[in-house]
């Protein structure tokens, strides 16, 4: 694989290492304004929707999780000198297109999160 390949490749891969950086890091604002909603004078009635966005972002956490893990495993694949052996170029063709498919449905999903969160709170607070 040629040098210019392999740097954006590393370029892609840092990139995704950003994006997920960040998208922790909303998670857990999104998380903190959950647990402030519930330390004040709520309607009870909303409490299961409460608990949904909960558990959605935990799933988030997870999400975040598997896909920094896929990232590293890929990273590993283009520090190795061996790129010559068809064998890995294949691996790292198929890892990049399905971790560029997982990172943009997981932005999407959590963009949406994001927004369906809001919303209910505008809507749902007093």
């Not at 309607?43 to 997870?62: K, P, S, W």
């Not at 959590?110 to 919303?119: A, H, I, Q, R």
């Amino acid at each position: 694989m040629s040098q210019i390949k392999l740097k954006q490749l590393q370029h892609e891969s840092d990139t995704w290492k950003r994006e997920l950086g960040f998208m922790m890091d909303e998670n857990v604002r999104l998380k903190n304004r959950l647990a402030e909603i519930l330390k004040t004078e709520f309607d009870n009635d909303l409490l299961e929707d409460i608990e949904n966005f909960q558990n959605r972002f935990i799933r988030e956490d997870e999400v975040i999780s598997l896909l920094r893990k896929d990232i590293a495993k890929l990273d590993k694949l283009l520090v190795r000198e061996i790129f010559e052996d068809g064998q890995i170029i294949d691996n790292v063709n198929r890892m990049l297109k399905e971790i560029r498919r997982n990172i943009g449905i997981a932005e999407s999903q959590f963009g949406k999160l994001k927004l369906e969160f809001n919303s209910y709170l505008f809507e749902n607070l007093q």
